[in-house]
């Protein structure tokens, strides 16, 4: 048999995510050998916003795929735009690790501890917005890189601290360097944060078979709910906008649990709302939510430009930039 061929970025989280995923597949028996591929978003130091924003990371592994350079890649989730992929497929979704943002501070210290205008490095308009939300009048600073490079700007005292996914840490065995694990009601993650998804081909037929082995169901409930949000906010993934959604027990069947932010990099602008839906559609339940932000006033977070005051179902203008979702 031939090596499944497993296309990845080459940062060392990338790796160390390729990597779980590789072992995984070995474990129930494959071959796998791992294809390293430079993306833009790893070649350039400018904001992301400036790189074309959504999907700089994705690009080039999708461009393997379709040339066939590689038969799989493993993506953060978080990274990946909402639009659907023609001709590839999220074939599985595996277990989420820990969904939380986290604090990285100087001395020690947790965010309610921060001196008023403590300098905090974060990239993330959803980060920037959300503390400034918290009204803690810290002064919200740009730092890019990779998480290495953004907990050495805390250690040289570049920034006073800066805000991470915990699961990028735990994953390169740095969640020691947490100064603080950030409850969820103070800073919303991202849609998919923390969870991974597995991409190939949509007519490998056989890979897609293999691959669901990888899959679990509700961490791929959460992520479909979460990025509706998103799709029917047209926010892109580097709005500010958070958004979790979690299983809870109902009265008489698991439910989705979903809440979500939204607001402006400045602080002027804080939508919160939150709902339960039926975890059999995480769609309907995604978009329900997000209808009320919009009802609220969160149309200011669309990315699509020459933008009506009304919805898009009721704009055909923008019809094509609502590209159903892969993750079905
Ligand atoms: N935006 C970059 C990125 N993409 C995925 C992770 C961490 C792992 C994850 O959230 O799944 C990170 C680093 C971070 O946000 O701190």
């Not at 409850?183 to 991409?199: C, K, N, T, W």
């Not at 339960?276 to 609220?296: F, S």
């Amino acid at each position: 048999m031939t090596a499944l061929r497993l296309g990845t970025r080459r940062s060392r989280l990338a790796l160390t995510q390729s990597g779980t995923v590789a072992d995984a597949l070995r474990a129930l028996g494959h071959e796998v050998e791992t294809v390293e591929i430079v993306t833009e978003g790893d070649r350039s130091t400018a904001a992301l916003d400036q790189i074309g924003g959504t999907g700089v990371f994705a690009s080039a592994l999708r461009t393997a795929l379709r040339e066939k350079q590689i038969d799989f890649a493993v993506h953060s989730l978080k990274d990946l735009p909402t639009a659907a992929e023609s001709g590839l497929t999220i074939a599985a979704v595996p277990v989420r690790e820990d969904v939380r943002d986290v604090l990285v501070a100087r001395d020690g210290l947790t965010l309610g501890e921060l001196p008023r205008g403590a300098r905090v490095g974060t990239g993330s308009p959803r980060r920037e917005a959300q503390l400034h939300a918290l009204g803690l009048g810290l002064d919200v600073v740009p730092v890019r890189g990779n998480v290495e490079t953004r907990l050495r700007l805390v250690e040289s005292g570049a920034v006073d601290a800066v805000v991470l996914a915990r699961a990028g840490l735990l994953r390169l065995g740095l969640s020691d360097a947490a100064t603080e694990v950030l409850d969820p009601i103070q800073i919303l993650p991202a849609a998919g944060q923390g969870a991974l998804a597995v991409e190939c081909r949509a007519d490998d037929a056989d890979l897609r078979s293999l691959l669901l082995a990888l899959e679990d169901a509700d961490t791929r409930a959460c992520v479909r709910a979460e990025r509706a949000v998103l799709r029917e906010l047209e926010a892109g993934c580097i709005a500010p906008v958070g958004v979790l959604a979690e299983v809870v027990e109902g009265f008489d069947a698991a439910e989705l649990s979903i809440r979500a932010f939204v607001g402006a990099r400045d602080g002027s602008l804080e939508l919160r709302r939150s709902l339960t839906g039926d975890l059999g559609d995480p769609e309907g339940a995604g978009i329900r939510l997000a209808r009320l932000l919009i009802d609220d006033g969160a149309d200011v977070v669309r990315e699509v430009r020459p933008a009506p005051s009304h919805r898009p179902s009721e704009s055909p203008s923008t019809a094509q930039t609502d590209t159903p979702e892969t993750l079905q």
